[in-house]
């Protein structure tokens, strides 16, 4: 009795060293598989929000909506990210919003971009329209977490043809919402330099982010023979800056690294010897949209 018990105790401990060999060659061989993917680019973020930027129509989200400034205009024609009138203007053209805590992100959602549509109101079209975050609604989000606050011509344009107005007149409504990729065709980016910029202190507004739209971090590097990045401080919106303390050694470099998928981009020499504050630079580079 005793031989078959310990024979029978071995039998038990040979499968179950059997099924834990099978269970390590299994990810063995996952994690080779892993390795030798090239195309594959571990990201944690992406993985937890894995269709943040989606192509299909099974990721909308809820969220409410409402609008301000003029019934045709482009909000507050500014608005707390620093784009100033430029708002109005291509790429841009009015079709902009204000966004909820949890969209601005104190700043950092400023250029991200989504589609929003209705169709709980007999004017909602259901048709997609994009709208590029440019202001705070810093009053929303009580009623939802995400709460846009769009210029009126944002607004409007979620409506059928004609219907505009009669959508405006609801003043809030349900909307459906997702992150999507900035794209501005044939625009590079562009730095706005801070009126307020001297030798020692610069500052800029950086706009017109393909891609993420958002900024995690900026960096500026010095001329030509230096190597080293100093990191730029949020000053507020899409306003970057650098509090130097002594002279600043133009042409600069800037770059560029998003929130959302942490891509890193260079504009080399984008802001002149020369430079003047209050003027725009382009650059001739661009995030992939």
């Given at each position: ?29 996952l994690f080779s598989i892993f390795l030798m993917t090239p195309s594959f680019c571990f990201n944690p973020k992406k993985l937890l929000n894995a269709s943040y930027y989606s192509p299909s129509g099974s990721d909308w989200s809820p969220a409410v909506a ?169 000053s507020w919106g899409a306003v970057w800056k650098l509090d130097k303390g002594s002279p600043l050694r133009a042409p600069f470099s800037i770059r560029l690294t998003t929130v959302e998928s942490g891509t890193t981009l260079v504009a080399n020499n984008v ?19």
């Amino acid at each position: 009795m005793r031989n078959y018990q310990n024979r029978r105790g071995c039998d038990i401990m040979a499968v179950t060293l059997q099924r834990a060999l099978s269970q390590i060659l299994t990810h063995v061989t996952l994690f080779s598989i892993f390795l030798m993917t090239p195309s594959f680019c571990f990201n944690p973020k992406k993985l937890l929000n894995a269709s943040y930027y989606s192509p299909s129509g099974s990721d909308w989200s809820p969220a409410v909506a409402t609008w301000y400034g003029p019934a045709n205009g482009d909000g507050s024609e500014g608005g707390a990210c620093g784009y100033g009138n430029a708002v109005g203007q291509p790429p841009f053209s009015s079709l902009i919003s204000a966004g909820s805590p949890l969209i601005y992100e104190s700043g950092k959602g400023c250029g991200s971009c989504y589609e929003v549509k209705c169709t709980g109101n007999s004017a909602c079209s259901g048709n997609a329209v994009r709208v590029v975050i440019t202001d705070e609604c810093a009053g929303c989000g009580s009623d939802a977490q995400y709460h846009f606050d769009l210029s009126g011509s944002a607004f409007g344009a979620m409506a059928v043809s004609g219907q505009d107005e009669d959508l405006r007149n609801a003043g809030k409504i349900n909307i459906q919402h997702r992150r999507v990729e900035c794209n501005y065709p044939g625009m590079s980016i562009a730095f706005h330099v801070d009126s307020g910029s001297n030798q020692e202190y610069f500052a800029a507004l950086v706009e017109y982010e393909d891609g993420d739209g958002d900024l995690a971090k900026v960096e500026l590097k010095e001329a030509l023979d230096s190597g080293s990045w100093d990191p730029m401080q949020q000053s507020w919106g899409a306003v970057w800056k650098l509090d130097k303390g002594s002279p600043l050694r133009a042409p600069f470099s800037i770059r560029l690294t998003t929130v959302e998928s942490g891509t890193t981009l260079v504009a080399n020499n984008v802001i002149p010897a020369e430079w003047t504050p209050g003027q725009t630079y382009r650059s001739i580079v661009n995030f992939q949209a």
